[in-house]
């Protein structure tokens, strides 16, 4: 079955506490992305990668940074965490042929 | 100004009406346009992907999209409660592939 998957699915931790969500997708696709949601504000892309060690900034990178060693991972890391971290995380990964975006089952952090 | 904007509801219709959700943008260099469906807890998950001005059907859906007042909506018909959900607009660039989200009208179909 064709998926991303994401791990944890819920993390609470506090200020300072380094973490890793881990992002995993099934379908060869060479992009990727990470999004957060928050009320009111809709998914923002916070890092994208068109392919093995190649990422780039979305529109909200401030505290974030991500790797893309291999194809089918696309972990997103925290060094730092702070509350306003706080959020729904969705990783993405992108079919080159047709354009659609299939999204993992999120992952709610609450930083304290 | 929001590149996309999207009412954020709740929209609370009876079961079988014809749902209206819209969304318009500012930038005229999108050119691919999408509506996706989040139901709680889960991602969101791609309705309708279309890339020109006038519609497209499947099945209940339709999507409409009028590139000259930069508009776009997606029409249920036949609404069902398992409609119910919230429903994203997304545009893209394609040069960036970066998606631009509306903020999401959440949707109740009323038994």
């Known amino acids: 079955e064709a998926q991303v998957t994401q791990n944890p699915r819920y993390l609470i931790t506090v200020t300072g506490k380094k973490l890793t969500v881990t992002c995993s997708q099934n379908?060869?696709?060479?992009?990727m992305s990470w999004y957060r949601q928050d009320p009111g504000l809709g998914l923002r892309q916070i890092y994208y990668?068109?392919?093995?060690?190649?990422?780039d900034k979305g529109d909200v990178p401030e505290g974030y940074k991500v790797s893309r060693k291999e194809k089918r991972n696309f972990p997103l890391i925290l060094e730092s965490p702070s509350p306003n971290q706080t959020s729904l995380y969705f990783c993405?990964?992108?079919?080159?042929?047709?354009?659609?975006?299939?999204f993992g089952p999120g992952t709610r952090l609450t930083v304290t | 100004q929001k590149e996309v904007e999207q009412d954020p509801g709740p929209l609370s219709v009876p079961e079988g009406a014809i749902v209206s959700l819209n969304c318009t943008y500012s930038n005229s260099a999108f050119q691919y346009f999408m509506w996706y469906r989040q139901y709680s807890r889960k991602g969101p998950e791609l309705l309708m992907y279309?890339?020109?001005?006038g519609n497209k059907e499947d099945g209940r859906f339709t999507a409409q999209v009028d590139k000259s007042s930069k508009y776009i909506s997606l029409f249920i018909r036949d609404s069902q409660p398992s409609d119910s959900a919230t429903y994203l607009c997304a545009i893209s660039d394609m040069g960036r592939r970066a998606l631009t989200f509306g903020s999401g009208t959440r949707l109740q179909v009323q038994p």
């Open positions: 993405a990964s992108r079919n080159d042929v047709n354009g659609e975006q299939y």
């Open positions: 990668s068109m392919n093995v060690e190649v990422t």
């Open positions: 379908m060869n696709h060479e992009y």
């Open positions: 279309t890339y020109s001005s």
